[in-house]
């Protein structure tokens, strides 16, 4: 069973940044493709950056130049780093894996960004 632990979230001024961290335990490979995404309070669910198992990457227009996704396969941990955060940022942030056929989420880390 594949259970995902986030952390790094946190209370933060406008401007400044944080990194988001998604680690895994059990049995983890390298074909997993690794999302992020956010749920701020009485919106849907959006994603905002995701790494492919051959790292390539996209973001959502309102993050690009911004966040960083990026993995690390030897500690099967996804990383966000996010700098010149803004209140519009404010929401809980979930990692998932994925590969066909399967799919796990973390618990969510709360990001909360004032002006």
């Known amino acids: 069973q594949v259970q995902l632990v986030e952390s790094g979230g946190g209370w933060v001024q406008a401007g400044g940044s944080l990194r988001l961290s998604c680690a895994a335990s059990?049995?983890?490979?390298?074909?997993?493709?690794m999302v992020w995404y956010r749920q701020a309070p009485g919106k849907r669910r959006e994603l905002v950056a995701l790494i492919s198992s051959r790292e390539t990457t996209a973001y959502a227009d309102s993050v690009k130049g911004r966040f960083t996704i990026s993995r690390d396969n030897a500690k099967n941990t996804a990383y966000l780093q996010m700098n010149s955060l803004k209140p519009e940022d404010t929401a809980v942030y979930y990692c998932?894996?994925?590969?066909?056929?399967?799919?796990?989420w973390g618990q969510g880390t709360q990001v909360t960004v004032s002006s």
């Open positions: 998932h894996f994925s590969r066909p056929g399967e799919g796990y």
């Open positions: 059990g049995n983890i490979s390298t074909s997993y493709a």
